[in-house]
């Protein structure tokens, strides 16, 4: 029999509700599976009156594993004959008892129910790729029946919203948060609008009362304290005496006032801060600043708090105009609705949402509430700090408002983080204290102790979210810290490291040589996980893994419709719809059903022909080979339209031969799987509806674009691999050894958007407005924009410390958190390194000791000594480690007693005619062959994140850049603004629209900097000389034929003059550290490269004019002219250089050293001598 800590003792067998909050590592599922057990030996109960709900389906699946595990034991312990009569009978019952996710526990309500909300009894819960299909098809309908009879409505919003696009991309929001949604537009659709007015301005004064009205208190007091004090030293202070008669208008600090308080501050506000939120100084404050700087420092941060609600004076209006706005949108998203119920009652289908949805109207029915009230007598709900508000509205009504029944709740606020699902930390707090009122506090359990985390890892976790979790707000979702018991058996006192790398690239290659070192040491890969916030992080990861040999698994890595195979057919079916998709088309042909390389689509291409397909007609006529591939694409676009697409599916697996294509594949019985999925998905599409293979397309696109958004779930480890995962995926696990990457990387908070929505089940729809109701107008936050816009990016800044939590909690034995910076440490604000530091008060230091010294109690239970309560002083040095010296590639690892991993066997590469060369390799060769053969050869490309044009690669100018938005994403974006010619405000929608679509942070004011260089370099001069050339080609992609090679480039303007050829080529480069001539010189080889380009597609007989234009620095930009002569001398070297290349030579370029990629210490080269 197991030892019951005191808390789990009490947990276990309280009679009463309970809300027991489980620190990380405490046993929460054990205490679950005891309870469950005894609740019905002692009850004599049968298991359909147990509710068990859990959060994943992963989650059900081994509750239902622990529970039948227990009984079992317990049948072979138990002597009892009348206990043991009841667990034979639940070991009988328990296939059928009620454990699983809420939906599951829905459809099985709505089953039993379903004539009382009108639904058939046979419904059909949908899946939801087709789900979105149907809905997507439902947008467009109703929308465009709008458009095509002229209604005043659909283009009023189109306008607000300034495209149809962004129209369709608010609607599919309110779409995704439908439970939220539906609460709201039943609010506005039957509200008249100075009502709504009226409502708006009652919820802002009661939610900011709750969040402000301490601050304006403690701004009132300490601001008097202050200015009396200015005043008694100088009597005549202007500010003072402004300040003064501000003071007397200061509104009644009281719920009806917060909007009367905020107007006060925007009025009166300057007399005592700056616009930077900071006490003025300078001509008030001055003379006081030694003697009142506790005061000073209250007001500077109420004031930067309060700041931060921003509103106009006329924001009655501003809210007006936008209840109209709203209103016509949920009227619209009605409609959308009522059609997208039509399409789905049709075939008797209820998406997940309408799971939640329909149960929780089918418990406001009298009659159904209390059958199910008296039917179940006991509710069970893990991992409640992840569920919502519509989840609670389904399981209160279940004991009858704690009535009947009784509930037991388990969770940890500190451990909330799917927001990004709807979960509410606010139905956490609000259950918990209605189960604390029921109980008066009996029922509010803990298990504070870690069975988990060595001492002095549950030391340096109670240490420092001490002080990250110290300001708790419940409206804010801030939580309170708790301090983890140690509980352990522990056989070492638990190591903490920091791991500090000066960029990406030494971070991942610092991570990888302490797990090479630790793997000699003796550890088990997969005893190792390395933890990051986002996938994004996990290219570096891998390609340094990769290249040191260490074994990893990337866990959730794929899913079946991310399949290379799977999206091969993808590819093939999206080309049988539109026979003229080139896109489709290349990417089919380079698939493993062709394999067609890129040297013969490059041939192919200039073959006569509109279309891809026309032109691969053109090169069957004089290559056998490919004149089969095309009559195979000809009749399966014949047949296409006739078949099934379980039946085209089938016939390309026939015709194609892609089952000997795949044959060597080391994975084949997954290939093999995937291809039966496929045939299954198809089958069970084609038996849902009439639908075209079109729309089996849709759906299919559909299906990928949702995995891609998606977290897959953790699947168990493959092999003894060190494990590569998201945060969230770790939720749940844990390692010995836990890394935590990329902790120096900001994230972001972000509020209400121009031409946007939000959806919060407090603050309704949200949405800035257009000023003064004029659609050309610009946007301006309303109180309640204002307001969400400060709350959801504190609610989101104390997500990312749980966050945090979670993933410091994973770890065992060994935590090392890793950080791209430099000495002495200066973390961005908003980013996880910033918090812990400022934790070990280490934030505003210039130097940091080394080790970090950290000394202190924990309270620790002993497991071995009925559990007593005991202290133990904590001494934990922790070092800051920046280099580590291993080979890159040398351990001794052993795997199954006998693999070991040595030495860098490289890649085998041979060097084949038609390769393709740019004007960036070319570059690279020339600065330095060995660079070119590490970037090339060596796999090295994915180190330098390039985007859009490749030549950032060798850009090693020197130059500033912010860490928040790389140079080359800002060269990018321009150069997509200058190619389509872009103009007002179309300039800032591009920009933005890229930096989200890559989920970049950027500071304030980035967009609207980039919008400013753009419109001076269209206000310049030079500007406007060049707008005088009537012909041009804008991005201009040459490819042309070099020896038995191709030269490639993208020209960013071409002017083509007559006879004359001018080449614009546009830098985003400061000239704050070279001259222009200097800039030139350094694109030299570059630009010539584009002239021979040029020279060879046009067969030019004519110099040809370059010309380097400065965005930043238009005036200052340089052009030359490049004679044939020049062009011959530029081909010889470039032979010279190809020749080399081909031959391998790759010798290195110590005069390069210095400014390139590839040096480390002292500017050194990483190959060494």
């Given at each position: 029999?197991?030892?019951?800590?005191?808390?789990?003792?009490?947990?276990?067998?309280?009679?009463?509700?309970?809300a027991?909050?489980?620190?990380?590592?405490s046993?929460?599922?054990?205490?679950?599976?005891?309870?469950y057990?005894?609740?019905v030996?002692?009850?004599?109960?049968?298991?359909?009156?147990?509710?068990?709900?859990?959060?994943?389906e992963?989650?059900?699946?081994?509750?239902?594993?622990?529970?039948?595990?227990?009984i079992?034991?317990?049948?072979?312990?138990?002597?009892?004959e009348g206990?043991?009569?009841?667990?034979?009978?639940?070991?009988r019952?328990?296939?059928?008892?009620?454990?699983?996710?809420?939906?599951?526990?829905?459809?099985?309500?709505?089953?039993?129910?379903?004539?009382?909300?009108?639904?058939?009894?046979?419904f059909?819960?949908?899946?939801?790729?087709?789900?979105?299909?149907?809905l997507?098809?439902?947008?467009?309908?109703?929308?465009?029946?709008?458009?095509?009879?002229?209604?005043?409505?659909?283009?009023?919003?189109?306008?607000?919203?300034?495209?149809?696009?962004?129209?369709?991309?608010?609607?599919?929001?309110?779409?995704?948060?439908?439970?939220?949604?539906?609460?709201?537009?039943?609010?506005?659709?039957?509200?008249?609008?100075?009502?709504?007015?009226?409502?708006?301005?009652?919820?802002f004064?009661?939610?900011?009362?709750?969040i402000?009205?301490?601050?304006?208190?403690?701004?009132k007091?300490?601001l008097?304290?202050?200015?009396?004090?200015?005043?008694?030293?100088?009597s005549?202070?202007?500010?003072?005496?402004?300040v003064?008669d501000?003071?007397?208008e200061?509104?009644?600090?009281k719920?009806?006032?917060?909007?009367?308080?905020?107007?006060?501050?925007?009025?009166?506000?300057?007399?005592?801060?700056?616009?930077?939120?900071?006490v003025?100084?300078?001509?008030?404050?001055?003379?006081?600043?030694?003697?009142?700087?506790d005061?000073?420092?209250?007001?500077?941060?109420?004031?930067?708090?309060?700041?931060?609600?921003?509103?106009?004076?006329?924001?009655?209006?501003?809210?007006?105009?936008?209840i109209?706005?709203?209103?016509?949108?949920?009227?619209?998203?009605?409609?959308?609705?009522?059609?997208y119920?039509k399409?789905?009652?049709?075939?008797s289908?209820?998406?997940f949402?309408?799971?939640?949805?329909?149960?929780?109207?089918?418990?406001?029915?009298?009659?159904?509430?209390?059958?199910l009230?008296?039917?179940?007598?006991?509710?069970?709900?893990?991992?409640?700090?992840?569920?919502?508000?519509?989840?609670?509205?389904?399981?209160i009504?279940?004991i009858?408002?704690?009535?009947?029944?009784?509930?037991f709740?388990?969770?940890?606020?500190?451990?909330?983080?799917y927001?990004?699902r709807?979960?509410?930390?606010?139905?956490?707090?609000?259950?918990?204290?209605?189960?604390?009122?029921?109980?008066?506090?009996?029922?509010?359990?803990?298990?504070?102790h870690?069975?988990?985390?060595?001492?002095?890892?549950?030391?340096?976790?109670?240490?420092?979210?001490?002080?990250?979790?110290?300001?708790?707000?419940?409206?804010?979702?801030s939580?309170?810290?708790?301090?983890?018991?140690?509980?352990?058996?522990?056989?070492?006192?638990?190591?903490?490291?920091?791991?500090?790398?000066?960029?990406?690239?030494?971070?991942?290659?610092?991570?990888?040589?302490?797990?090479?070192?630790?793997?000699?040491?003796?550890?088990?890969a997969?005893?190792?996980?390395v933890l990051?916030?986002?996938?994004?992080y996990?290219?570096?990861?891998?390609?340094?893994?990769?290249?040191?040999?260490?074994?990893?698994?990337?866990?959730?890595?794929?899913?079946?419709?991310?399949?290379?195979?799977?999206?091969?057919?993808?590819?093939?079916?999206?080309?049988?719809?539109?026979?003229?998709?080139d896109?489709?088309?290349?990417?089919?042909?380079?698939?493993?059903?062709?394999?067609?390389?890129?040297?013969?689509?490059?041939?192919?291409?200039?073959?006569?022909?509109?279309?891809?397909?026309?032109?691969?007609?053109?090169?069957?006529?004089?290559?056998?080979?490919?004149?089969?591939?095309?009559?195979?694409?000809?009749?399966?676009?014949n047949?296409?339209?006739?078949?099934?697409?379980?039946?085209?599916?089938?016939?390309?697996?026939?015709?194609?031969?892609?089952?000997?294509?795949?044959?060597?594949?080391?994975?084949?019985?997954?290939?093999?799987?995937?291809?039966?999925?496929l045939?299954?998905?198809?089958?069970?599409?084609q038996?849902?509806s009439?639908?075209t293979l079109?729309?089996f397309?849709?759906?299919?696109?559909?299906?990928?674009e949702?995995?891609?958004?998606?977290?897959l779930?953790?699947?168990?480890?493959?092999?003894?691999?060190?494990?590569?995962?998201?945060?969230h995926?770790?939720?749940?696990?844990?390692?010995?050894?836990?890394?935590?990457?990329?902790?120096?990387?900001?994230?972001?908070?972000?509020?209400?958007?121009?031409?946007?929505?939000?959806?919060?089940?407090?603050?309704?729809?949200?949405?800035?407005?257009?000023?003064?109701?004029?659609?050309?107008?610009n946007?301006?936050?309303?109180?309640?924009?204002?307001?969400?816009?400060?709350?959801?990016?504190?609610?989101?800044?104390?997500?990312?410390?749980?966050?945090?939590?979670?993933?410091?909690?994973?770890?065992?034995?060994?935590?090392?958190?890793?950080?791209?910076?430099?000495?002495?440490?200066?973390?961005?604000?908003?980013?996880?390194?910033?918090?812990?530091l400022?934790?070990l008060?280490?934030?505003?230091?210039?130097?940091?000791?080394?080790?970090?010294?950290?000394?202190?109690?924990?309270k620790?239970?002993?497991a071995?000594?009925?559990?007593?309560?005991?202290?133990?002083?904590?001494?934990?040095?922790?070092?800051?480690?920046?280099?580590?010296?291993?080979?890159?590639r040398?351990f001794?690892?052993?795997e199954?007693?006998?693999?070991?991993?040595?030495?860098?066997v490289?890649?085998?590469?041979?060097l084949?005619?038609n390769?393709?060369?740019?004007?960036?390799?070319?570059a690279?060769f020339?600065?330095?062959?060995?660079?070119?053969?590490?970037?090339?050869?060596?796999?090295?490309?994915?180190?330098?994140?390039?985007?859009?044009?490749?030549?950032?690669?060798?850009?090693?100018t020197g130059?500033?850049?912010s860490?928040?938005?790389?140079?080359?994403?800002?060269?990018?974006i321009?150069?997509?603004?200058l190619?389509?010619?872009?103009?007002?405000d179309?300039?800032?929608?591009?920009?933005?629209?890229?930096?989200?679509?890559?989920?970049?942070?950027?500071?304030?004011?980035?967009?609207?900097n980039?919008?400013?260089?753009?419109?001076?370099?269209?206000?310049?001069?030079?500007?406007?000389?060049i707008?005088?050339f009537?012909?041009?080609?804008?991005?201009?992609?040459?490819?042309?034929?070099?020896?038995?090679?191709?030269?490639?480039?993208i020209?960013?303007?071409?002017?083509?003059?007559?006879?004359?050829?001018?080449?614009?080529?546009y830098?985003?480069?400061?000239?704050?550290?070279?001259?222009?001539?200097?800039?030139f010189?350094?694109y030299?080889?570059?630009?010539?490269?584009?002239?021979?380009?040029?020279?060879?597609?046009?067969?030019?007989?004519n110099?040809?004019?370059?010309?380097?234009?400065?965005?930043?620095?238009?005036?200052?930009?340089?052009?030359?002219?490049?004679n044939?002569?020049?062009?011959?001398?530029?081909?010889?070297?470039?032979?010279?250089?190809?020749?080399?290349?081909?031959n391998?030579?790759?010798?290195k370029?110590?005069?390069?050293?210095?400014?390139?990629?590839?040096?480390?210490?002292?500017?050194?080269?990483?190959?060494?001598?």
């Amino acid at each position: 029999m197991v030892n019951l800590s005191p808390y789990q003792e009490k947990a276990i067998h309280s009679k009463d509700h309970v809300a027991l909050t489980a620190n990380a590592g405490s046993g929460k599922t054990f205490v679950l599976t005891k309870r469950y057990v005894d609740l019905v030996l002692e009850n004599d109960i049968s298991l359909s009156e147990i509710v068990a709900i859990t959060f994943t389906e992963k989650a059900a699946g081994e509750l239902f594993y622990k529970i039948s595990k227990e009984i079992n034991e317990r049948l072979n312990s138990e002597t009892d004959e009348g206990k043991l009569r009841i667990l034979r009978r639940m070991r009988r019952q328990i296939v059928s008892a009620n454990i699983s996710t809420i939906h599951s526990f829905c459809i099985e309500l709505l089953k039993e129910f379903a004539p009382y909300v009108d639904l058939d009894v046979n419904f059909s819960p949908v899946d939801a790729a087709y789900s979105d299909e149907m809905l997507e098809k439902s947008i467009a309908s109703i929308i465009e029946k709008n458009i095509s009879s002229n209604n005043e409505s659909i283009k009023d919003l189109i306008r607000f919203f300034g495209s149809k696009e962004k129209l369709l991309s608010a609607v599919k929001k309110l779409f995704s948060n439908k439970k939220t949604t539906e609460q709201w537009v039943d609010y506005y659709n039957s509200t008249n609008e100075e009502t709504l007015v009226e409502d708006v301005i009652n919820s802002f004064n009661q939610f900011a009362y709750y969040i402000f009205a301490d601050d304006f208190e403690k701004l009132k007091v300490n601001l008097q304290r202050l200015n009396e004090q200015i005043l008694n030293i100088q009597s005549d202070n202007k500010y003072g005496l402004a300040v003064l008669d501000a003071l007397v208008e200061f509104p009644e600090i009281k719920t009806e006032n917060m909007l009367d308080l905020f107007q006060w501050f925007n009025n009166y506000g300057s007399n005592f801060v700056t616009t930077k939120g900071t006490v003025r100084s300078r001509g008030y404050a001055k003379k006081v600043e030694d003697e009142l700087c506790d005061e000073i420092s209250v007001i500077s941060n109420v004031s930067d708090r309060i700041n931060k609600i921003n509103f106009s004076a006329d924001y009655k209006n501003n809210l007006l105009s936008n209840i109209k706005v709203l209103k016509k949108l949920t009227s619209l998203y009605s409609d959308i609705n009522e059609e997208y119920s039509k399409r789905k009652r049709i075939n008797s289908y209820l998406d997940f949402e309408d799971l939640l949805i329909f149960a929780k109207k089918l418990l406001q029915i009298p009659e159904v509430q209390e059958t199910l009230s008296d039917k179940y007598k006991y509710i069970m709900v893990d991992e409640y700090q992840d569920t919502n508000a519509i989840q609670y509205e389904i399981v209160i009504p279940l004991i009858d408002e704690f009535r009947k029944g009784k509930l037991f709740i388990v969770g940890d606020e500190k451990q909330s983080i799917y927001s990004f699902r709807e979960a509410d930390l606010q139905v956490f707090y609000k259950t918990k204290s209605e189960i604390e009122e029921e109980t008066h506090s009996e029922g509010i359990l803990e298990l504070p102790h870690s069975f988990r985390l060595d001492p002095n890892l549950a030391f340096f976790v109670n240490y420092i979210f001490g002080k990250i979790f110290s300001e708790p707000n419940e409206i804010l979702n801030s939580v309170a810290p708790s301090e983890l018991i140690c509980a352990k058996d522990y056989k070492s006192e638990g190591n903490v490291e920091f791991l500090f790398a000066t960029d990406e690239i030494y971070e991942a290659q610092l991570v990888g040589s302490k797990i090479i070192q630790l793997l000699n040491q003796g550890r088990n890969a997969n005893e190792i996980a390395v933890l990051c916030r986002k996938r994004k992080y996990f290219d570096d990861l891998i390609l340094h893994f990769d290249e040191a040999g260490i074994p990893y698994n990337v866990v959730g890595s794929k899913g079946f419709y991310e399949n290379s195979l799977i999206m091969d057919f993808q590819l093939f079916i999206s080309f049988l719809i539109d026979p003229n998709d080139d896109y489709a088309l290349i990417s089919l042909l380079r698939s493993q059903f062709f394999r067609v390389p890129d040297t013969l689509l490059f041939e192919i291409k200039h073959q006569p022909g509109e279309s891809f397909l026309e032109k691969l007609k053109s090169y069957s006529s004089i290559n056998e080979k490919y004149a089969r591939i095309y009559s195979l694409l000809n009749d399966k676009i014949n047949c296409a339209k006739n078949l099934t697409p379980v039946e085209l599916i089938t016939k390309l697996i026939e015709d194609t031969g892609i089952l000997l294509a795949i044959k060597e594949n080391k994975f084949l019985h997954k290939e093999y799987a995937s291809l039966e999925k496929l045939i299954d998905l198809a089958l069970d599409y084609q038996n849902k509806s009439f639908a075209t293979l079109y729309d089996f397309a849709e759906y299919f696109k559909a299906a990928v674009e949702k995995e891609k958004a998606e977290e897959l779930p953790v699947v168990n480890p493959e092999g003894n691999a060190v494990q590569i995962m998201t945060i969230h995926q770790s939720k749940g696990l844990e390692f010995p050894v836990v890394f935590l990457y990329g902790t120096n990387d900001k994230y972001l908070l972000t509020g209400a958007s121009a031409k946007q929505i939000e959806i919060d089940h407090q603050f309704g729809i949200i949405t800035k407005v257009r000023e003064e109701d004029n659609y050309f107008s610009n946007f301006v936050d309303t109180p309640v924009s204002s307001l969400f816009s400060y709350v959801n990016k504190r609610r989101t800044e104390a997500e990312e410390k749980r966050l945090l939590y979670v993933a410091l909690t994973r770890a065992e034995e060994e935590l090392y958190i890793s950080a791209k910076t430099q000495l002495p440490v200066k973390p961005n604000n908003d980013c996880y390194l910033y918090q812990i530091l400022k934790a070990l008060n280490l934030i505003q230091l210039e130097s940091v000791e080394n080790p970090i010294t950290l000394k202190g109690d924990l309270k620790c239970l002993d497991a071995s000594d009925n559990f007593n309560e005991y202290i133990k002083s904590i001494n934990i040095e922790i070092p800051i480690i920046t280099e580590i010296d291993l080979p890159q590639r040398l351990f001794n690892y052993e795997e199954n007693g006998g693999k070991s991993f040595e030495g860098n066997v490289g890649r085998i590469k041979d060097l084949p005619d038609n390769e393709i060369y740019s004007a960036t390799k070319i570059a690279v060769f020339n600065q330095c062959p060995l660079k070119y053969d590490l970037i090339y050869n060596k796999g090295y490309s994915k180190l330098f994140n390039v985007l859009g044009k490749e030549f950032e690669i060798y850009d090693e100018t020197g130059e500033e850049s912010s860490d928040e938005i790389p140079a080359n994403i800002t060269g990018t974006i321009i150069h997509k603004i200058l190619e389509l010619d872009a103009k007002g405000d179309s300039i800032k929608e591009i920009a933005t629209e890229y930096i989200s679509n890559l989920g970049l942070n950027v500071p304030d004011g980035t967009v609207d900097n980039i919008a400013k260089l753009i419109n001076n370099y269209y206000s310049s001069d030079e500007y406007k000389q060049i707008c005088q050339f009537e012909e041009y080609k804008n991005e201009l992609e040459i490819y042309t034929r070099f020896g038995s090679n191709f030269l490639y480039g993208i020209i960013d303007k071409l002017i083509i003059d007559n006879e004359k050829l001018i080449i614009i080529d546009y830098k985003t480069d400061s000239l704050k550290f070279k001259s222009p001539e200097e800039k030139f010189n350094h694109y030299k080889n570059q630009l010539y490269f584009y002239a021979y380009l040029v020279n060879k597609h046009y067969e030019c007989k004519n110099d040809i004019e370059v010309k380097l234009v400065f965005i930043a620095e238009p005036g200052k930009s340089i052009n030359s002219i490049i004679n044939l002569k020049e062009l011959n001398d530029f081909e010889n070297k470039l032979k010279q250089s190809i020749l080399k290349i081909t031959n391998g030579q790759f010798e290195k370029n110590e005069a390069h050293c210095s400014s390139c990629q590839f040096s480390v210490r002292n500017g050194k080269c990483i190959k060494g001598e």
